[in-house]
């Protein structure tokens, strides 16, 4: 497959059979893609965070880009992607999705995921498998979940935003929970770049947890993605010695409190085998509202 520049307007293929409604956005679609969110101001929390504090469709981070993808008049924008050190797609329905996978395709790099809605995320990893690009793991099956107002259960008034003061606990707990979930330590990406994302979270007040008399973190949360429509609750983890004790549900009750002061909905996603998972969220409160799936690489 011949690449082409990543500036070039229209994503072309050489036989001439296809042409693409796909172009990286400007500074100049900003309103476009805005409008393009607000469809789903829960399922595209992520990148909505992202352009909210960029104000503009061009990505602030080196490397990453928003791929647009086009009606047939070539000017209203119907779906797009977020390309960076992962992919994204929003508003793609599956042959959209497509469309982005063959841009990804002929402009290839590494990237740590693809996640969103199940039915893009998974026609846009289905073009990357026909090219050749193999997944380590692909999660198909996440349950989109979503609260508002008050949650169900009592909160546990132990659990407060983290303070500074706990970096190094919190930076051990982030880590016990990134290995646990992913199967690898975070820090093989450089443990530097963990450290700053972890202290980000802290000093905005999108990290919550709750201590024990040694300083050890005994729950933890974080805000992976906060708007003023929405947040996405990442990072969820108890640590070993307190697990099956039932606290849980008193802990995640507090998290959708203290979330609701950023936000008015709290969402989540979670995998469909963790079936423990899902029945405390049921309890706080939470509802499905849609499917994602994410594919590790």
Not at 133 to 154: D, F, Y
Not at 182 to 194: D, K
């Amino acid at each position: 497959m011949t690449r082409i520049s990543r500036v070039a307007p229209w994503l072309t293929f050489p036989s001439g059979t296809r042409r693409e409604s796909v172009r990286v956005l400007v500074h100049e679609d900003t309103g476009a893609l805005r409008t393009l969110i607000a469809r789903d101001r829960v399922a595209n929390v992520f990148v909505d965070s992202l352009v909210s504090h960029n104000k503009s469709a061009v990505p602030s981070f080196p490397g990453s880009v928003i791929l647009g993808h086009f009606a047939d008049d070539g000017v209203t924008l119907d779906a797009a992607c977020w390309v960076g050190s992962n992919v994204v797609p929003i508003e793609a329905n599956s042959e959209q999705a497509a469309a982005f996978g063959r841009w990804i395709v002929a402009h290839w790099q590494p990237h740590a995921s693809i996640f969103g809605p199940a039915d893009a995320t998974l026609s846009l990893m289905s073009v990357l498998e026909q090219a050749g690009i193999q997944a380590q793991e692909v999660r198909a099956n996440q349950p989109l979940l979503s609260i508002s107002g008050t949650p169900l259960l009592p909160p546990n008034s132990l659990l407060t935003v983290s303070k500074t003061k706990h970096f190094n606990e919190l930076l051990d707990a982030a880590a016990a929970m990134f290995e646990e979930e992913v199967g690898y330590s975070p820090f093989l990406g450089g443990e530097e770049n963990y450290r700053r994302r972890v202290a980000w979270l802290i000093s905005h007040g999108h990290s919550f947890s709750h201590q024990g008399a040694f300083g050890e973190v005994i729950f933890k949360a974080d805000l992976g993605a906060v708007t003023q429509f929405a947040t996405q609750v990442q990072g969820v983890w108890m640590n070993p010695d307190y697990r099956g004790m039932g606290l849980s549900a008193a802990y995640m009750s507090a998290v959708v409190l203290l979330a609701q002061a950023h936000a008015p909905i709290t969402s989540l996603y979670v995998n469909d085998y963790n079936t423990r998972a899902r029945a405390l969220y049921k309890h706080v409160g939470f509802e499905q509202v849609g499917t994602f799936a994410t594919v590790l690489f």
